[in-house]
């Protein structure tokens, strides 16, 4: 018999447990952000926008709606 094979990007399927737990954490962390003030989650919009700014660059010329926000919240 072959022995397993221990290489940690091999990845396996997660237990229903765990694919649970991942609900739940992610389910909490929606209920947690739809709590903030409206001004953090325009101040999390921008800098979402700033970070996924030279990805979409290096890609090429930029639609209009593709450029960051010159504002700050």
Same mark, same amino acid.
């Given at each position: 018999?072959?022995?397993?094979?221990?290489?940690?990007?091999?990845?396996?399927?997660?237990?229903?447990?765990?694919?649970?737990?991942?609900?739940?954490?992610? #389910?909490?962390?929606?209920?947690?952000?739809?709590?903030?003030?409206?001004?953090?989650?325009?101040?999390?919009?921008?800098?979402?926008?700033?970070?996924?700014?030279?990805?979409?660059?290096? #890609?090429?010329?930029?639609?209009?709606?593709?450029?960051?926000?010159?504002?700050?919240?």
């Amino acid at each position: 018999m072959p022995e397993p094979i221990n290489n940690p990007t091999v990845h396996t399927m997660p237990v229903p447990e765990e694919i649970e737990r991942i609900f739940e954490a992610k #389910r909490a962390w929606h209920e947690k952000q739809a709590q903030l003030p409206l001004k953090e989650k325009v101040a999390i919009l921008l800098r979402m926008q700033r970070n996924s700014y030279p990805i979409l660059k290096a #890609r090429g010329v930029l639609k209009p709606w593709q450029m960051p926000w010159n504002v700050e919240p």
